[in-house]
């Protein structure tokens, strides 16, 4: 039967990105193999009550070498530092930020494309783009007051009839295989992503003025065009996209996207749940909510930046019924480089924005108070601190969107790991659970405060 897309078993030539893919994961297997079946009985960790009832903060149980998440240096991706990523990949011509297109070469490949390399990426992606008109049915059927991320999910999800992974599994392919349809479903759906995010934007704020997408721009230029926002939003989306994309994969969305696909559900039932996820107000809509709580300080204070006497006030205030939102993490016990990418940004960009000052005060008052509070592990900002300024210094204020870029942002970084998690035969997840009285009894067996197994 011919297929519809390039397989590595059949002649037709696969693109430079999916070529160099397969070498490197050909090279990559005997590693993982050589680990699981030689090795596989060596121990990595000790679980403690307080990792198994709270969360398994640190419980080491996930592999992924496309990104690292060092508590104090925070996140590299493909063994780079933000501030890396952004110096040594090729820049969209004339602007300041590397194209997405060629970011997720190096997510993917571990290597950083040339020139070339971008080109040929943004010319796979430009070729996938077109949406079904059965997405924007759907989201139009949606009731408007549906939340952004609700609308994400709903997209993606009802694309899942285009999954070719299915298609393929349905035929018999060899396990060897799943890497490949995989890459094509994953492809194929961020290609879309953009339009897909924009679409929901305009139709719910922007009184269903839709734009259409433009050919020759790449994703990031693309998006700001579709959503109808000047230069240099198009730099501003990249550096966003870029930044968002990935954090290791025990974060609430990427744990998803691989847990949901290590059941081989399609990329798209994966997408849809790793943005579900993503959805929660301690995860990524914690962007939206503190522009939320922004604006209440700025509304009881009449629009006039606090003073951090005031400031200090409204954090303690706040601290009464819920956690501050942009602060805190469970890995992180640094100021997130995220967080002071976009900063640099801000420096650069909107110096004087009013929002940016608020921001600014903020940075300085919270960290001490959560310190003396004493109870957040890690009292510095996170990557959501600083995101909602920004996108309201260009215009975009309808801050319950914000989490969808996170979205679209995090979508690269998770569909690489899907990808890769196929290539290498990661195995369906299934940890176990035990019962409380099984805790009381290892508790009681142990007699001290030392750790044993259940
Ligand atoms: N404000 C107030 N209290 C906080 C806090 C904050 N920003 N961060 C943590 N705490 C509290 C916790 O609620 C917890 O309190 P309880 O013991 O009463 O339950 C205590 O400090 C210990 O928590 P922790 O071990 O430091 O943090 P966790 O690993 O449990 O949670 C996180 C991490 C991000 C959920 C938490 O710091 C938080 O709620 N931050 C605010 C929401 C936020 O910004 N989320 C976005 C994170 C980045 C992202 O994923 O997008």
């Not at 943004?122 to 549906?146: C, G, H, I, N, W």
């Amino acid at each position: 039967m011919k297929s519809d897309y390039n397989s590595p078993n059949q002649e037709r030539a696969m693109s430079n990105l999916k070529e160099k893919l397969f070498e490197k994961i050909k090279a990559w297997r005997p590693r993982t193999t050589k680990l699981l079946k030689e090795y596989g009985d060596v121990k990595l960790d000790d679980v403690t009550i307080e990792q198994c009832i709270g969360g398994m903060r640190d419980i080491k149980c996930l592999v992924t070498d496309i990104s690292y998440l060092d508590p104090f240096e925070g996140i590299r991706f493909r063994g780079f530092t933000i501030p890396e990523v952004l110096e040594k990949l090729p820049k969209v011509k004339g602007r300041e930020m590397p194209s997405v297109e060629g970011f997720f070469y190096l997510l993917l490949t571990g290597d950083v494309p040339t020139a070339g390399d971008v080109d040929a990426v943004t010319e796979e992606f430009r070729k996938r783009r077109q949406v079904p008109k059965y997405v924007f049915d759907v989201l139009r059927a949606m009731p408007r007051d549906s939340h952004p991320m609700t609308m994400f999910s709903a997209a993606i999800l009802c694309l899942q009839r285009e999954s070719l992974f299915v298609k393929r599994y349905n035929e018999g392919m060899s396990k060897m295989d799943y890497w490949d349809p995989m890459y094509e479903d994953a492809l194929n759906l961020l290609a879309k992503l953009p339009e897909i995010g924009a679409y929901i934007f305009r139709l719910k704020y922007r009184g269903d003025k839709i734009i259409a997408p433009d050919a020759n721009l790449d994703f990031g230029g693309n998006f700001a065009h579709m959503m109808g926002i000047e230069k240099p939003y198009d730099d501003v989306a990249r550096l966003y996209f870029i930044l968002h994309s990935d954090h290791e994969s025990g974060n609430v969305s990427a744990h998803t996207g691989h847990l949901v696909a290590s059941a081989l559900s399609d990329i798209y039932y994966s997408l849809s749940a790793m943005i579900d996820g993503l959805a929660g107000p301690l995860h990524g809509l914690a962007n939206q909510e503190v522009l939320r709580w922004i604006m209440g300080v700025m509304d009881k204070m009449g629009g006039k930046t606090p003073t951090e006497e005031e400031m200090k006030k409204f954090v303690w205030d706040t601290l009464k019924t819920q956690v501050i939102p942009g602060y805190g993490h469970a890995v992180l016990r640094k100021t997130d480089p995220r967080y002071m990418a976009q900063r640099d940004f801000c420096l650069k960009h909107l110096p004087n924005d009013p929002i940016f000052a608020y921001v600014d005060v903020l940075y300085k008052v919270v960290p001490p108070i959560l310190k003396e509070q004493g109870k957040a592990k890690n009292p510095w900002p996170n990557v959501d601190a600083q995101s909602g300024v920004i996108q309201w210094h260009y215009g975009l204020k309808e801050y319950d969107f914000y989490t969808v870029l996170f979205g679209i942002g995090r979508a690269l970084g998770v569909s690489a790991n899907l990808i890769w998690d196929r290539g290498l035969g990661y195995a369906l997840e299934r940890p176990k659970s035990v019962t409380t009285a099984m805790l009381e009894e290892v508790v009681a067996k142990a007699g001290s405060k030392t750790p044993v197994k259940a």
